[in-house]
């Protein structure tokens, strides 16, 4: 009976070779997009400027002052505005609705009155 082959992971860029689904993600990262832990050796100058950009990065998701989220409070706010202005623009036009249908009615009573 044969042996279920055992999941091997390896690195082509250090040609390290991980054969835990747990040691492969710290190496290789959690999803594509994510740099191979050899090749952040790249960064070994500047370790500590990427860190603190992905530190103020982090932050501002934290604080949910990202570009996303600064759009999306934008849009909200015009579109919150562009509401008033329609509400406001429905209520005047019913005023001068009003005013129209009590207008013959205020010149009858005007010229009775006289
Ligand atoms: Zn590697």
């Keep these: 009976m044969m042996r279920p082959k055992q999941r091997q992971w390896r690195c082509f860029h250090c040609d390290?070779?991980?054969t835990s689904t747990k040691t492969a993600a710290v190496h290789f990262g959690a999803t594509e997009v994510n740099k191979a832990a050899?090749?952040?050796k790249d960064y070994e100058e500047h370790l500590v400027v990427y860190i603190?950009?992905?530190e103020a990065r982090l932050d501002g998701y934290i604080a949910e002052d990202?570009?996303?989220m600064r759009a999306i409070y934008t849009m909200e706010a015009d579109h919150r505005q562009a509401l008033i202005r329609a509400e406001e623009q429905g209520?005047?036009?019913g005023v001068q609705d009003a005013q129209k249908e009590?207008?013959?009615c205020q010149q009858r009573a005007t010229t009775a009155a006289s």
Aim: aromatic share 12%; proline share 6%; glycine share 0%.
């Design 52 to 54: 603190r950009e992905l």
């Design 16 to 18: 390290a070779l991980f």
């Design 91 to 93: 209520y005047n036009k």
């Design 102 to 104: 009590t207008a013959p």
């Design 66 to 68: 990202s570009h996303v």
């Design 38 to 40: 050899c090749q952040l």
